[in-house]
């Protein structure tokens, strides 16, 4: 009997790596059960205070991860600093004055470092605290696979061509997320993240000045913040992504794109006669299938991995490698 329980352990044991190798990658979401306990509890109080100081933090993080995750995968690359000899993500185009969150994401490590010295990569807290943003903001929450480890370098160049524009067509925009893996509905999914948060003039300009589908009160509420003479070049002034509840995570940005009502061109893109179209409208009307789709779907996007070759390490500080 005993006999036969070991030999059954061992060949769970022996099984396991290949079955995670099956489901693409070494990620486990026991990965700290026993190194780091209480990991997901400190991960979570800590992005609470963020959150409860500043609602939009929520949206920054879970932007953060996703700007992490398309450039070689979710390895913490985009925290790394600039230093005289290197050159990384953090001012690259579509981050360079615009992802913030970079202190919380510190902070939370350092938190956890006091409990579990060396062991916690960046990259996996990334992962928790988006997770916990948007369950924090109403969103629904998922199971974390765990296990993702840091780079040692990282790429401006890949980061400014990995990462979509809000300029970006419905083809562009399948063909950038099909590049990671990732499904039409996957993006569909994903883009409802923008039911949180706020943009920059600069980034919807064109779309509330130039777009002929969009809402014209939308667009004239939007131009009074955002004027014509301030061109696309350099006006920062703020609006809200979802135009009715951008510190709650729901799927009122569905509802936008059907009334026309998408802030950057990208958004309006999923509802414009296109494939996505009768997508937007399940979701819009579900909020479950919203809810379901959307964890499945960062759940595949927190499995990109950097290149197997990559070199990798658990940084001490994630604005810098060891
Ligand atoms: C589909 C292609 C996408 C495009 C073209 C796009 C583009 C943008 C742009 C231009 C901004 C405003 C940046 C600024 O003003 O500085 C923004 C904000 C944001 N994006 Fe996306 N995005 C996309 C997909 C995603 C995905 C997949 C996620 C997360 C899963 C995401 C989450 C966010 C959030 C939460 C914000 C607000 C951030 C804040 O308030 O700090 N976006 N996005
Ligand atoms: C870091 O990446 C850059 C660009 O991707 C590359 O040119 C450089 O050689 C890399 N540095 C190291 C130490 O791997
Ligand atoms: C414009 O938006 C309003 C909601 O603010 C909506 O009632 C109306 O139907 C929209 N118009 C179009 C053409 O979608």
């Known amino acids: 009997m005993a006999a036969a329980v070991r030999c059954f352990l061992m060949v769970a044991v022996g099984l396991a790596p290949l079955l995670a190798g099956a489901a693409g990658g070494k990620l486990s979401t026991r990965f700290y059960d026993s190194k780091c306990p209480s990991l997901q509890s400190v991960v979570r109080s800590a992005t609470a205070q963020a959150v409860a100081a500043e609602p939009r933090m929520g949206a920054s993080i879970l932007r953060l991860f996703f700007h992490d995750c398309f450039v070689n995968g979710c390895d913490a690359s985009i925290l790394l600093d600039d230093t005289a000899s290197f050159t990384g993500e953090k001012n690259a185009g579509p981050n360079a004055n615009s992802v913030r969150g970079y202190d919380v994401i510190d902070a939370i490590k350092a938190q956890v470092e006091a409990s579990c010295s060396g062991v916690v990569s960046c990259a996996d ?87 002929a589908n969009i809402n014209a009160s939308f667009a004239a509420l939007r131009q009074q913040t955002c004027p014509q003479s301030s061109g696309t070049g350099g006006d920062a002034t703020l609006a809200p992504i979802d135009v009715s509840t951008p510190t709650w995570f729901d799927t009122t940005y569905f509802e936008n794109l059907a009334n026309k009502q998408g802030l950057f061109h990208s958004d309006q893109e999923l509802y414009n006669g296109g494939s996505q179209d009768v997508l937007v409208r399940v979701y819009m009307r579900n909020p479950d299938i919203f809810a379901l789709d959307f964890a499945k779907a960062m759940g595949k996007m927190g499995s990109l991995m950097p290149s197997a070759d990559t070199p990798t390490e658990i940084r001490l500080d994630c604005k810098k490698i060891n």
């Open 125 to 211: 807290i990334v992962a928790l605290a988006a997770r916990d943003s948007v369950n924090l903001l109403g969103g629904p929450t998922w199971t974390v696979q765990l296990g993702r480890r840091d780079a040692l370098n990282a790429s401006q160049s890949a980061a400014n061509s990995n990462l979509p524009g809000p300029g970006s067509s419905l083809a562009t925009l399948i063909t950038m997320f099909g590049n990671k893996g990732l499904s039409p509905r996957d993006m569909t999914a994903l883009s409802g993240a923008h039911t949180i948060g706020h943009a920059r003039c600069t980034t919807f300009h064109d779309r509330i000045y130039n777009d």
